[in-house]
């Protein structure tokens, strides 16, 4: 199993571009999880879901969009990206999150945007 | 949003040291979690906890659940180099129906070979 996978690893933009992050998991997750990660500031949450179409809101969701189309991806766009939005970008998942609610995480985006 | 207190932030060792780091809270938490970040790399989950007294293991790392359910600790007894990364606490408060994890501030250990 390949657990949690996020595309692209790296990415850089200009102001006011627009892309998509894809988060996938191969472990049958129930919930999947977008989180940002600056210095000083840990791991916040932008967006969640609990299940396949349905998305809601996190910690710091403006700005940001989600989709969750199928069961085993989730994905975040930057519909409009500014330099504050420049962070390491981490996907996680959960099985159900109502007894076992431990989170798997991928490997990260990195964003930089000029 | 709430946040877990996590101490210390960073921490500077000799290898072969031991390290003890916690997290506490004003409130009650149901499940907490260690986890564990390389420098470049996503958390992985070193030790999850259930049960308020609960010691876990997990080779030169031990964790425990604070029996007031308040508060956590991780040990790493004879540290190495390869223990370098950020270690964070993470807390579960049930009932919920979302999963969702309140995390510390994350612990920076380096270690001096």
């Known amino acids: 199993n390949a657990g949690v996978t996020q595309t692209p690893k790296f990415r850089v933009l200009k102001t006011g571009q627009s892309m998509t992050l894809l988060c996938a998991q191969d472990?049958?997750?129930?919930?999947m999880y977008w989180y940002r990660q600056d210095p000083g500031m840990g791991l916040r949450l932008i967006h969640y879901?609990?299940?396949?179409?349905?998305?809601a809101k996190g910690e710091v969701p403006d700005g940001y969009n989600v989709s969750r189309l199928k069961k085993q991806n989730f994905l975040l766009g930057l519909e409009s990206a500014a330099p504050s939005q420049t962070s390491v970008y981490f996907c996680?998942?959960?099985?159900?999150?109502?007894?076992?609610?431990?989170?798997?995480f991928g490997p990260g985006t990195r964003l930089t945007v000029l | 949003g709430q946040q877990l207190n996590q101490s210390p932030q960073s921490m500077f060792i000799q290898e072969g040291e031991d390290v003890s780091m916690n997290c506490t809270s004003s409130?009650?938490?149901?499940?907490w979690l260690w986890y564990k970040q390389d420098p470049g790399e996503g958390p992985v989950l070193l030790i999850a906890?259930?049960?308020?007294?609960e010691l876990t293991s997990n080779g030169r790392l031990t964790a425990q659940f604070g029996i007031t359910r308040k508060d956590s600790f991780l040990n790493i007894s004879a540290s190495i180099p390869s223990d370098v990364g950020i270690y964070f606490c993470?807390?579960?408060?049930?009932?919920?129906?979302?999963?969702?994890?309140?995390f510390g501030q994350g612990t920076t250990l380096q270690v001096k070979p």
């Open positions: 879901s609990v299940g396949e179409g349905t998305t």
């Open positions: 993470a807390g579960f408060r049930k009932p919920s129906n979302t999963g969702k994890l309140i």
């Open positions: 472990m049958n997750h129930e919930y």
């Open positions: 996680a998942s959960s099985y159900q999150g109502l007894v076992n609610n431990e989170q798997f």
């Open positions: 906890l259930y049960k308020a007294g």
């Open positions: 409130s009650i938490f149901n499940t």
